[in-house]
């Protein structure tokens, strides 16, 4: 079975830094593009940073230079590095499984876990 579970959330203050795990189950993720996505109270998904197969990284606008994707194959983890966190990046943060490339489709989901930023 295909399972995706992410961990590493919780309470931070503004400024502090919290490292998220995607460890998969049933698969080997360095065969997939893996995205991280946050959902905010009231707004839509959207996509944080992905690395492709290929080991191609990319990054919102908002997290450049603040967040760092990685992927560890020993542990068939992928990482989300997260300092200078703000306010703003509050929210249910997902991680995904899909093709080769960042721009496929994600069939592949787990369950969130929350990142609250506050002081």
């Known amino acids: 079975q295909l399972q995706l579970v992410e961990s590493g959330g919780g309470l931070v203050q503004p400024g502090g830094s919290l490292r998220l795990s995607c460890a998969a189950s049933?698969?080997?993720?360095?065969?997939?593009?893996i995205g991280w996505f946050r959902r905010a109270p009231g707004k839509e998904r959207e996509g944080v940073s992905c690395?492709?197969?290929?080991?191609?990284?990319n990054y919102a606008d908002s997290v450049k230079g603040r967040f760092t994707i990685s992927r560890d194959k020993a542990t068939n983890t992928v990482y989300l590095q997260m300092n200078s966190l703000k306010p703003e990046d509050n929210a249910v943060y997902y991680c995904?499984?899909?093709?080769?490339?960042?721009?496929?489709?994600?069939?592949?989901w787990g369950q969130g876990t929350q990142v609250t930023v506050s002081s």
């Open positions: 049933g698969f080997t993720l360095e065969n997939y593009a």
């Open positions: 690395i492709s197969r290929r080991g191609y990284t």
């Open positions: 995904g499984a899909g093709g080769i490339y960042c721009a496929s489709e994600y069939p592949y």
